[in-house]
């Protein structure tokens, strides 16, 4: 800007001005409450010039970002702060942009909308026609569900529904969510699938053909199913059904059988079908074609296997001796009959037909059998048929050389077969060496057993072996276990072997469940003391606290078993419902020493002062274990309903603290939820009040939740965030009785967030502020666990209640507390107000940046503002520059703002002249205010109507000599390029200018010229200054048009008075050329002299043609631009007229004089009337006149080459 004027003081002007190309539409800005919106605008010079300048804002909420630029194409950052701003509610402005190329507005208009999804029209008016509109079209329902505006539709009645939606919204699940909320709030049973049938069975020839499975929903919902199979041959078409494949309710699951994976014989598959809480299970059965022989030849073989199980069971009923031998032959016998009947092929049946004959002793038909079968192919071809019939054998000969013979043999049969348990059953019996070391064969059997050759017959002779010899048990591994268990299940455990294996248990290292089941039931059959011992030891090596351990644990304090831990193990077992008094031992045991959890340890106490009053010594001793224990709970916030019963008990004769106060209030409100929904896996507590929702398991149906209000809302879920049912505080059980706990927390707790939740309830609906009640509700909206919807109404509440008894009320403890709070946009005023008037400036200022500056009354900005600008000692401040600016075009202000404007505004001409005109009003120092407006006007080369009116009043200050130098040029420029007069009092400072002898530019002095030329009279200071100009000019050979004006006034030098000036303007880079030709009465010139005309200044272009009277000059232009274009002019004619009568004298207008007086003559020569003119002597005076001043001339002077 200084350099822009420096060259106008030098007289340096564009003979071209720059033009900004500004966006043809306004900014317009859609934005949402409390949001800032940034954005940028363009614009460029119109012919890629550079432009400087800056831009402003008239709006405070409107920054400029990039306020200044220099460039030919220019972008504009700005932000828009919406802040305090309502809903539809608009704002309105303009960007200013000053620069050399002027002055432009863009106006721009913002306005808040908050957005309605999907349009302004709701797809359901009600909550009962949102329902139908989600059993018809969900995705439709779930567009309108997620929308901002769906929340309408659940007015004030509906408040358990607008936190259940709330805390939906709080889930990650997506389309679900719907479903969820629908089912939490009741207004749908949640969607469950179905199957017509849960089994198929088809045929290896059925495959080919493609399966349907018909899946149906119990309701319209949500519901993704997910599919799967459990072997390779079953293949379904999809893995998952998305809910929107349902059609009515309808899905058909399309399943293909693989058939060449299939094995031969039966195969069996399963499609498993999963929903939220929910798995339905679909077996498919593929089997070969069956006919009717091959389903009695199938039958035949189960019957087969079933007599073959009972032959053998029939043997070891023998053998256990619970059937005699008799019994034994016939039954066997008669399966044997069966057995050969239906495969006679067998020889396994024909030795046990001899078997059975050998036990009776019927020798001869034996012996004839035996022969028979001597030399058998399929007895040589089997190592079991073999050495079964070498055992028969050795059975009938009794010969021991044959015996020792063929059991040799038999050995190394069984050495080829480790797995055969008949071949060792054989061996068992025809080895003379084991016959004779028992242990040996025990050893054996075990050898055989961990080979994995397992049979009940041999765990039978096994367990023979040992209960002849207790001293064999000597150890309790794998195979005794297994044996022992054999016993068991057959009920043959002697009394002997059951207290051996009490013996064993005993020295046991870890628990084990086979172990355990052998030694209940030996417990059950003989209720010996040192099984119990085992057990419970056993149980305590396992860590088992289970209910089915608690059985023993009570067996063994009853029976007063000496077992570490016994009783730590029977509290932990002990069950939740256990209803009746502690044994005697437990209570003395504990009262001395316990290292139970504080679970256990609430338990027990519980229990101790449950039954008080039936053992007050025990009682007595346990008082200050259970009073410190409460505390220590307490502190550590821990809760269940053995705990508060211990707590309401102990604390009642408790001194209260203020720290007490608190951890009681924490646990105080403490629910117990139960469900019998087995899928239920989590509770999620919502308050209305609070900002976040509480997650808490749900373990076996029951969960421990904190409830401070009758509306909150508890949603619960299968873990796969499927919700499955909505529970209120009243379906809840509290684990305390609040009793006179609730009056000491209010007391000594009273700034707890429950505490303060549990009494703003109590309060009601709508809530009541009022000297009462007013503490409490500062203190509960402070609080760092609320929502900041519930904040904001109390905060709003709390600022109703002081702005309206601002008066009798001191809000300066509000102020502290809340002065930095934020509060509803259409309330926040208020805030603001009481801040104004209780002088708290620069928190007022913050509120105003925070919440809008509209809805507070003028007066109270006034002081607001005129107090900012004092306090910060009238420092530039950008928003509070705004806020004085919008208070004072609002008319109203004082000094201090008129001042502070004047320091800083900046803006579009009129503004600022309007600024200057209320600052003249109070007199007060406008001087470097008007220093840069003139600077501005000079800058933007736009002239103001009052711009004049500033000028003269600066320089009427003293003004600096570089700026009045400026702005003189710049109007002289204007008066003569573009035809702006100036006022007089502009020209006359401009004379005196140049009176005083200072340097002007060229352009101010051809303003004075023509500013003569104009005037009506010169006075003779002013022709003699005009003069003083002219010859000037003329030393440097410079001329202009105006000399046809002024050498009517004053008696220019002979060479210029003589002259036609003809001017063109035009850019002073063209060149000008004029082609012309003079005609008189008695000449006419055919052809036209061409001259270039000389450029003077500033794109002026003159040239001066003498002419006498009487001659016309006829002419036109041609301009040469820069670019070599060309263009002529219009022809023009200029008629020369009588001599000057100020330059009377000279020799050119004698002459030219002398010519008039002749036209004269010839005209006037003769009158109508026919007489002689009045003058006839005039015409020979003037040429006497002429010839004599001519000859004094040549007489004088001498003409020089």
Not at 446 to 451: G, T, V, Y
Request: hydrophobic share 40%; glycine share 4%.
């Amino acid at each position: 800007m200084i350099g822009r004027i420096e060259q106008m003081a030098r007289g340096v002007f564009r003979y071209e001005a720059l033009k900004l190309v500004m966006p043809e539409e306004p900014v317009k800005i859609v934005l949402k409450k409390a949001e800032t919106y940034t954005g940028k605008f363009s614009m460029k010079e119109e012919n890629d010039r550079l432009v400087k300048g800056e831009v402003y804002s008239s709006s405070p909420r409107m920054q400029v970002l990039t306020p200044e630029f220099r460039d030919s194409t220019i972008e504009i950052d700005y932000i828009f702060d919406a802040a305090g701003m309502l809903d539809k509610e608009e704002a309105a402005g303009s960007f200013w942009v000053i620069c050399d190329a002027g002055e432009y507005e863009l106006p721009f208009q913002a306005s808040v909308r908050q957005p309605a999804a999907g349009g302004s029209v709701l797809p359901a008016d009600t909550l009962e026609a949102f329902v139908k509109l989600a059993a018809e079209d969900y995705e439709e329902a779930y567009r309108f569900f997620v929308r901002r505006d769906f929340e309408q539709l659940l007015n004030a009645e509906d408040q358990k529904y607008r936190e259940i939606y709330r805390g939906c919204l709080k889930t990650t699940m997506e389309k679900q969510v719907l479903e969820g909320f629908l089912v939490a709030a009741g207004l749908k049973p949640n969607a469950r699938i179905s199957i017509d049938s849960y089994k198929i069975r088809c045929y290896r020839s059925d495959t080919k053909e493609e399966k349907v499975l018909p899946i149906r929903k119990s309701v319209p919902g949500y519901l993704n199913v997910r599919v799967s199979a459990d072997v390779p041959w079953l293949i379904p078409d999809t893995s998952l059904i998305h809910s929107g494949t349902f059609h009515n309710d309808l899905y058909e699951l399309h399943y293909r059988i693989d058939s060449g994976s299939l094995h031969s014989g039966k195969n069996f598959g399963k499609i498993t079908l999963e929903a939220p809480g929910q798995e339905l299970v679909y077996e498919v059965e593929v089997a070969e074609a069956v006919y009717e022989d091959v389903r009695r030849k199938r039958e035949r073989r189960l019957e087969v296997k079933r007599r073959q199980v009972r032959l053998m069971q029939l043997y070891m009923d023998f053998k256990q001796r619970k059937i005699p031998l008799k019994t034994w032959t016939d039954h066997s016998r008669e399966e044997i009959e069966w057995l050969e009947k239906a495969d006679d092929r067998n020889v396994f049946y024909v030795l046990v037909k001899i078997q059975l004959l050998l036990a009776e002793r019927n020798n001869e038909e034996a012996r004839h059998m035996l022969n028979k079968l001597d030399g058998n192919a399929e007895i040589k071809a089997q190592p079991e048929a073999r050495g079964y019939y070498l055992y028969l054998q050795s059975l009938y000969s009794r010969d021991r050389s044959y015996i020792n013979k063929v059991s040799y043999e038999v050995k190394e049969l069984c050495g080829k077969c480790p797995g055969s348990w008949k071949l060792l059953w054989v061996l068992l019996y025809m080895d003379e060496n084991l016959e004779r070391n028992q242990e040996r064969k025990l050893e054996l059997i075990e050898q055989r057993f961990l080979q994995g050759c397992a049979s009940p017959m041999i765990y039978l002779e096994a367990y023979d072996l040992i209960r002849k010899n207790l001293g064999r048990l000597n150890k309790l591994k794998n195979f005794e276990l297994q044996i022992l268990t054999f016993a068991v299940r057959h009920g043959v455990v002697t009394r002997e072997i059951a207290e051996r294996v009490s013996m064993l248990a005993a020295k046991y290292k870890k628990y084990e469940e086979i172990l355990y089941r052998i030694l209940v039931y030996c417990y059950r059959e003989f209720e010996m003391k040192d099984t119990a011992a085992a057990i419970c030891s056993l149980l305590i090596k396992g860590n088992v606290t289970d209910t089915g351990a608690f059985e023993w644990y009570a067996l063994g304090v009853e029976q007063e078993l000496k077992i570490t831990r016994l009783y730590e193990y029977y509290m932990y077992a002990l069950p939740q419902d256990y209803a009746q008094a502690l044994p005697q031992q437990i209570l003395l045991y504990f009262a001395y020493y316990s290292q139970l959890d504080y679970r256990k340890r609430a338990q027990l106490y519980a229990n101790v002062i449950r039954y008080r009053e039936q053992n007050l010594p025990v009682y007595q001793k346990f008082v200050p274990l259970m009073e410190r224990f409460a505390l220590e709970q307490l502190m550590e916030r821990r809760i269940n309903e053995n705990l508060a019963e211990v707590y309401q008990h102990v604390l009642k004769e408790i001194q209260f603290t203020g720290e007490l106060a608190w951890a009681l209030a924490d646990v105080l409100f403490t629910c117990r939820l139960n469900t019998d929904d087995t899928k239920v896996k989590y509770a999620t507590v919502i308050h209305p009040g609070l900002d976040k929702e509480r997650r808490v398991p749900v373990l076996q149906g029951t969960a421990y939740v904190r409830l401070y209000t009758k509306n909150a809302v508890i949603l619960l879920d299968d873990g796969e965030e499927h919700w499955c049912e909505a529970l209120t505080p009243a379906q809840c059980i509290r684990v305390m009785k609040n009793g006179d706990f609730l009056d000491k927390c209010k007391e000594l707790a009273g700034g707890h967030m429950g505490i303060l939740l549990h009494v703003c309830e109590e309060q009601g609906r709508p809530l009541c502020y009022n000297d009462e009640t007013i503490a409490f509700y500062e203190a509960l909206s402070v609080q760092p666990g609320i929502s900041s919807s519930f904040s904001r109404q109390l905060r709003s509440g709390i600022l109703d209640y002081y702005y309206e008894n601002r008066e009798s009320r001191d809000p300066d403890g509000f102020l502290d507390t809340f002065g930095n709070e934020k509060f509803p946009a259409k309330e926040a005023h208020k805030l603001t107000e009481i801040l104004i008037e209780r002088g708290k400036y620069p928190e007022a200022y913050t509120a105003v940046n925070a919440y809008g500056y509209e809805r507070i009354p003028l007066r109270m900005l006034v002081k607001l503002c005129a107090r900012l600008v004092m306090m910060n000692d009238y420092e530039q401040d950008r928003y509070l520059l705004g806020l004085c600016a919008y208070v004072w075009e609002n008319s109203k202000y004082d000094l201090v703002i008129l001042q502070y404007l004047l320091a800083w505004l900046k803006g579009p001409q009129k503004q600022l002249f309007e600024l200057w005109n209320c600052a003249r009003k109070f007199e007060t120092d406008t001087y470097e205010f008007e220093e840069r407006v003139l600077m501005q006007i000079l800058f933007t080369e736009q002239m103001s109507e009052q711009g004049d009116a500033m000028f003269l009043d600066y320089c009427r200050k003293g003004p600096k000599h570089r700026l009045e130098s400026a702005y003189l040029a710049w109007e002289s420029w204007l008066y003569i390029m573009q035809g702006k007069k100036p006022g007089t009092p502009v020209m006359e400072l401009l004379a005196r200018e140049y009176r005083r002898k200072e340097r002007l530019p060229d352009i101010c002095l051809l303003a004075i010229l023509t500013w003569a030329g104009e005037a009506e009279a010169l006075s003779e200071e002013e022709q003699k200054t005009a003069l003083e100009i002219i010859r000037a000019f003329a030393d440097r050979d410079m001329y202009f048009a105006v000399y046809q004006e002024l050498k009517k006034k004053i008696r220019m030098p002979q060479e210029l008075s003589r002259n036609a000036y003809l001017e063109y303007r035009t850019d002073e880079k063209s060149s000008v050329v004029v082609s012309y030709k003079i005609n008189s009465r008695d000449t006419r010139e055919e052809a036209y002299f061409c001259e270039e005309m000389k450029h003077m200044l500033e794109g002026i272009f003159v040239i001066g043609i003498p002419m006498f009277y009487g001659e016309t000059l006829q002419y036109y232009f041609t301009e040469i631009r820069s670019d070599g274009t060309k263009s002529n002019s219009d022809i023009r004619f200029y008629l020369q007229g009588g001599p000057d009568t100020v330059a009377a004298g000279m020799k050119f207008d004698m002459l030219n004089a002398v010519l008039m007086l002749e036209e004269e003559k010839r005209q006037n020569s003769v009158q109508k009337d026919g007489t002689k003119s009045a003058h006839p002597d005039k015409l020979a005076d003037r040429m006497r006149e002429y010839q004599e001043v001519k000859m004094l001339t040549e007489h004088l002077f001498e003409l020089k080459e």
